[in-house]
T-cell receptor, first 116, second 114 residues
Framework: AQKVTQAQTEISVVEKEDVTLDCVYETRDTTYYLFWYKQPPSGELVFLIRRNSFDEQNEISGRYSWNFQKSTSSFNFTITASQVVDSAVYFCALSEASQGAQKLVFGQGTRLTINP | AAGVIQSPRHLIKEKRETATLKCYPIPRHDTVYWYQQGPGQDPQFLISFYEKMQSDKGSIPDRFSAQQFSDYHSELNMSSLELGDSALYFC?????????????FGDGTRLSIL
């Protein structure tokens, strides 16, 4: 069965600090997809990134970077030089290719607070 | 760019009433998903549709039903509402049935049951 675990329930840092959000997943599929979504206080879910199981190349987008390691079943998310606007709940999610439809299984979320 | 449109944004109902939530996907997206997010919880998958046919079913109560129409919009019908149905309901859309397509979410409908 597929499962996503975000062990950090809440993280609080001071602005400009770097912060890493952890995500560990479980799946029996060899082909799967990993996602990160941001949910700001206004409530919407904002898509950040998608990664497939065959591509372990790390990715950087501005202040955001993602570290995918199949060996440890982890897909961690780092924000560099954090800003107050980064405050949100961040969800890691998994989708399995064998499931036909692509329901997302979410982790419990990490509430990130950036203090000025 | 056009996004997923959900209506209404907020809905207040009483126990045992019915509710209908609507979702208009991004133009050309043919797949729609519904999720329920309780307070402080992660979103839970309810049901999905591809080309107007149900493609997957999750933890959707029997009191709920949904469908996708010819214009690809979808409606989630909820009957005999219970206090526990109070949640944020998200609709998401994607292009095609492939797992690698990101699901783009609407802003959600916040349903409150009194």
């Amino acid at each position: 069965a597929q499962k996503v675990t975000q062990a950090q329930t809440e993280i609080s840092v001071v602005e400009k600090e770097d912060v890493t959000l952890d995500c560990v997943y479980e799946t029996r599929d060899t082909t799967y997809y990993l996602f990160w979504y941001k949910q700001p206080p206004s409530g919407e879910l904002v898509f950040l990134i998608r990664r497939n199981s065959f591509d372990e190349q790390n990715e950087i987008s501005g202040r955001y970077s993602w570290n995918f390691q199949k060996s440890t079943s982890s897909f961690n998310f780092t924000i560099t030089a954090s800003q107050v606007v980064d405050s949100a709940v961040y969800f890691c999610a998994l989708s399995e290719a064998s499931q036909g439809a692509q329901k997302l299984v979410f982790g419990q979320g990490t509430r990130l607070t950036i203090n000025p | 760019a056009a996004g997923v449109i959900q209506s209404p944004r907020h809905l207040i109902k009483e126990k045992r009433e019915t509710a209908t939530l609507k979702c208009y996907p991004i133009p050309r997206h043919d797949t729609v998903y519904w999720y329920q997010q309780g307070p402080g919880q992660d979103p839970q998958f309810l049901i999905s549709f591809y080309e107007k046919m149900q493609s997957d079913k999750g933890s959707i109560p029997d009191r709920f039903s949904a469908q996708q129409f010819s214009d690809y919009h979808s409606e989630l019908n909820m009957s005999s509402l219970e206090l526990g149905d109070s949640a944020l309901y998200f609709c998401a859309s994607s292009l095609g049935l492939m797992s690698n397509q990101p699901q783009h979410f609407g802003d959600g409908t916040r349903l409150s049951i009194l």
